[in-house]
């Protein structure tokens, strides 16, 4: 399905640093990530300020934590529906715009969490930065591998007018620009591919 981000360093999880991460998690969709400090997330998650410190280190690998597991959790469930599809390649492609509508409904309502994150965080030097791009560089690759079974020698044009079009969808959505942008993409997707 594509290139995989570079792998962060990453830290075993005990049951508090998970708690401590679901928390931060919560916190850093719905405040942003820049606005949530150790102490409301060690509050939220019924920790020390100690044990976070001891578990992750940093806050930032407290996001490098809460951004990769969301991007694993994430190719899980694409993985599904891709599956699920069958291996048509352009029913694969509308797989990826289903598996997006689903997954925003269920887990974004403020849009993707990857997108949200590049807003606080653009410096290529912060260690959660190849997350974010890794996921997006992987998304085009899927795009590519998918309509180069379609149209091989026009893989590289289809797939970033795919990009585009999910990217897009993915931003209208979590401003709430018009209703269904998810859905609407998926039917520019169909025509783009015939």
């Not at 899980?76 to 925003?104: M, N, Q």
């Not at 606080?120 to 890794?134: C, K, L, W, Y």
Request: proline share 6%; net charge negative.
């Amino acid at each position: 399905m594509g290139t995989t981000a570079p792998n962060p360093r990453r830290i075993t999880m005990t049951p508090a640093a998970r708690r401590a991460l679901d928390a931060a998690a919560r916190l850093f969709y719905e405040r942003g990530i820049h606005a949530v400090g150790v102490d409301l997330i060690s509050a939220e998650a019924g920790v020390t300020k100690k044990t976070l410190y001891d578990r992750f280190g940093s806050k930032e690998q407290i996001v490098v934590e809460y951004l990769a597991d969301r991007d694993e959790r994430w190719r899980a469930f694409l993985a599904e529906r891709l599956d699920a599809a069958g291996p048509d390649p352009r029913e694969r492609v509308l797989a990826v715009f289903d598996a997006s509508r689903a997954w925003a409904a269920e887990f974004s309502p403020k849009g993707c969490s990857m997108v949200n994150a590049h807003a606080e965080i653009s410096d290529p030097a912060h260690p959660a930065h190849p997350i974010i791009t890794g996921q997006k560089q992987w998304m085009l690759a899927l795009f590519k591998g998918l309509a180069a079974q379609i149209a091989p020698e026009e893989a590289d044009s289809t797939a970033r007018s795919l990009m585009l079009l999910h990217e897009g969808a993915l931003v209208a959505h979590g401003l709430g620009v018009f209703p269904e942008a998810i859905a609407q993409a998926r039917d520019q997707a169909a025509a783009l591919l015939g």
